[in-house]
């Protein structure tokens, strides 16, 4: 081992010329044995050290390169030390005993971090990142693994339990399979392609999904380049699966996703697989997630879905942040005051567009935001003549059908004033892409919903929530039972057909999270 660095520092620690990351770590973890060795005996290796470099390997279904963990300095170590044993004349090195000892440690406790914490802080990504963390002590951990001759098992505890990570590793060697057999042809541009087509061009649609496996194979007429009912179905079936409007017509989005390289999608897997090792195990015995990036919300309840309905998210430019928080309460028909940046941005120029528009979607309008400011006529408001960077007016929505959050609001207070809510808009939830909200998250089954949350309130059953909307008066309801809520972002999942799911990069997160793991991998000691 060395330390290199500029004259008169202390630089950091190398061995085998690689980098020893936990070099603050490892002198507590010997200290706590004594400094007994962890991984030889007497000039022996012992059997953990084998069985930890066979888990090492294994990183590479996490999405993780083993390479960065010390592999191949650990590899000719063992090599050397081995030859040695085999001809009893040559004496083992007793540095590369010391060496081996050390790169095992630090590859157990690297490894280890990148698997519970992830390779990339997810903090410097996004300025704003509330979503609870892992923890775990890896020296302990280490040690409790060696103590039961159990390094195996004690390595492969610290990987995510979440089942959407252990999907997300199945689809990472299907599409490893997919780029190893070359991938899928690009279909040639050219104008839009629908059931009933004849165009060379059909052929690469047909081959495309032969390759993805999405594919309806059935009897035709033996014509390749014709756009025929089973094609039509199968391209369906491939817009589903990547979030498209399923129309089985080959346009230009549709062309342009069929031709998103195998390598791409495997960089897809890999980048979500990072997300969800940002993520806490305990997301709660019940608990929604919502999944912006697929425009959808699931309450789990031990382990298993009971209720899954599309959402409606933040715009690119308002976009829904991520974050935990714990649900504790329902508004029924809520009052909307329409925030400030809201008043100015949308309904101000609405206001001036159209001079009916307050009175239309029944907007009362307050002179100020002071408690108990008059109400002012909107008819008597020339609003043309008001602007935007000297609005004071304040703009409320009472219940009714044409309020923006519905009948139903689902509260878990937050630094963001994010919440759950109903809409009166529920043509929006047939979109296949669905960004169009100010940043909260619009439900489709607000009522099913509701039931749900409220099931353990005897008081409150679907025929009381039902009385109490047509009411039309602001009631709160709080919830025996309160519960997590998980707003969190991710583009590829395995559905439960097996097949892996792509989404559209709404927020460009994506790009961002390839680059960072880019410049961490080729970043000398990681």
């Not at 239309?360 to 002012?376: D, Q």
């Not at 963001?416 to 892409?433: I, K, Q, W």
Request: some cysteine; charged content about 30%; aromatic content about 8%.
């Amino acid at each position: 081992m060395e330390r290199i660095g500029p004259a008169g520092t202390i630089g950091p620690t190398y061995c085998q010329r690689d980098r020893i990351c936990g070099s603050d770590v490892l002198p507590d973890f010997y200290r706590a044995r004594d400094f007994r060795p962890a991984w030889t005996d007497n000039g022996l290796v012992l059997a953990d050290a084998s069985s930890f470099l066979d888990e090492l390997r294994l990183v590479a279904e996490d999405g993780l390169d083993p390479e960065n963990y010390h592999l191949a300095a650990l590899d000719a170590l063992l090599a050397e030390i081995n030859a040695a044993k085999e001809k009893h004349a040559m004496r083992v090195r007793p540095e590369a005993l010391a060496d081996l000892e050390m790169l095992l440690t630090d590859a157990f406790l690297l490894c280890g971090s990148h698997l519970v914490h992830g390779q990339v802080n997810p903090e410097t990504l996004q300025s704003e990142w509330f979503v609870k963390g892992r923890f775990e002590d890896l020296a302990a951990v280490l040690e409790k693994g060696l103590a039961a001759n159990d390094i195996a098992g004690a390595f492969d505890s610290l990987r995510p339990g979440h089942a959407v990570y252990r999907g997300l590793k199945k689809a990472l060697q299907d599409y490893e399979a997919l780029a190893g057999a070359g991938g899928w042809p690009e279909v040639p541009p050219g104008p839009k392609l629908v059931k009933g087509d004849r165009d060379p061009r059909v052929e690469a649609v047909r081959r495309t999904l032969a390759a993805t496996g999405d594919l309806i194979v059935e009897e035709g007429d033996g014509d390749p380049a014709l756009f025929e009912e089973g094609l039509e179905r199968s391209v369906q079936a491939f817009q589903r699966r990547h979030g498209l409007e399923p129309d089985g017509a080959v346009g230009v989005k549709t062309a342009i996703t069929m031709n998103v390289p195998a390598a791409e999608r495997l960089a897809q897997i890999r980048a979500n697989l990072e997300r969800w090792r940002w993520v806490t195990q305990d997301l709660g015995e019940r608990y929604i997630l919502v999944n912006v990036a697929g425009f959808n919300v699931e309450v789990v309840e031990a382990g298993r879905d009971v209720l899954v309905m599309p959402a409606i998210v933040g715009r690119a430019y308002r976009q829904t942040p991520e974050f935990s928080g714990k649900m504790s309460y329902i508004e029924i028909n809520p009052i909307w005051n329409v925030p400030p940046k809201l008043a100015r941005e949308d309904i101000l120029p609405k206001a001036k567009q159209d001079p009916v528009y307050l009175k239309e979607k029944g907007f009362r309008v307050f002179e100020s935001w002071t408690e108990g400011a008059p109400e002012v006529d909107p008819a008597a408001v020339d609003w043309s003549q008001v602007e935007a960077e000297s609005l004071t007016f304040r703009f409320r929505q009472d219940p009714g059908p044409h309020n923006s959050l519905g009948r139903i609001k689902f509260m878990f207070p937050n630094k963001f004033d994010v919440y759950l809510h109903d809409t009166p808009e529920r043509g929006l939830f047939s979109r296949a892409a669905r960004d169009f909200s100010s940043g909260c998250i619009r439900v489709e089954k607000p009522l099913e919903l509701a039931e749900y949350l409220l099931r353990d309130d005897p008081d409150w059953t679907r025929e009381r929530i039902l009385v109490a909307i047509d009411a039309e008066e602001t009631q709160v309801v709080s919830l025996r039972k309160p519960l997590n809520v998980h707003i969190l972002y991710w583009t590829a999942w395995l559905a439960e057909d097996g097949r892996a799911q792509f989404r559209q990069d709404i927020y460009l997160r994506d790009a961002a999270l390839y680059r960072a793991l880019e410049e961490r991998a080729s970043t000398s000691g990681w």
